[in-house]
């Protein structure tokens, strides 16, 4: 299996020691850009987060199961140490509040609509993946959709990055910028594995005193306070990063 992981990575790890990600400037203001924007309006938006747990359904519609069941273990594990959320996998999908959908480029668009009726437009255009969220009032996160055409994302070499970038985003981290290194959430930086920064906005996001519905002027002042709280915040995160399975059992690092 070590060979097929491999095999999906184009690029290399880019240090984070290449930008100021342990600053708690830059975190705060990736944060506020990561956390409170979306990929597809120029809005700012409260705080999205999950409070109940979150099962995740694996519905597979092509093969390698085992393969996609392994990517998908790994990362939901890297992100319930990060959090500390009860994150699961479950196998009835009445279960579930996350479908994660591994399926073909010419069956994701029909398909996507079909699980996803309540949106009217999807942006597929330029697409490779795709994740959707629904909320409560409060933006409390409620259910997501997970769909990756898996023989378009393996010919553009980011299968693993599908996994990775679209379960994380699904935890409430929407957006996407070049703004933020080093980062899975920036096209550019060519970052496949969760970074310690990253993992820094997951554990801020899901800190006890963060809740769903938070403006950035409430939510702001609570990031300070656990800096404040947590003065080696970016070794733990770092250490966080070197327990992914990824790096220890794959040396994808």
Known sequence: MRHWVLGLLFVVFAAPTLAAWDETAYVKKAFK?????????????????????????????????????????????DLARATGHDIKLVDDPEEANIRMVFT???????????LWPTAEDFPFHGAI???????????????????????LARERGKLF???????TQVMGLPNDSDKVFPSIFNDASKNNLMTPLDITLLRLLYSSEVRAGMSEKQVMPLLDDWFKQNPNWSKQSTDLYLQSKFITEFGLN
């Open 33 to 77: 850009i990561i956390a409170l924007n979306n990929e597809y309006d120029d809005k700012t938006h409260p705080i999205r987060k999950w409070h109940q747990p979150i099962r995740v359904f694996i519905d597979h519609r092509v093969g390698d199961d085992k393969l996609h069941t392994m990517l998908t273990t790994i990362q939901i594990n």
């Open 161 to 167: 990055a599908c996994v990775v970038e679209e379960i």
């Open 104 to 114: 073909r480029q010419g069956r994701w668009q029909d398909e996507t609509r079909e």
């Open 129 to 151: 993946c795709m994740a959707h969220i629904s909320v409560t009032p409060k933006t409390e996160i409620r259910k997501a959709l997970i769909v990756i055409p898996v023989d």
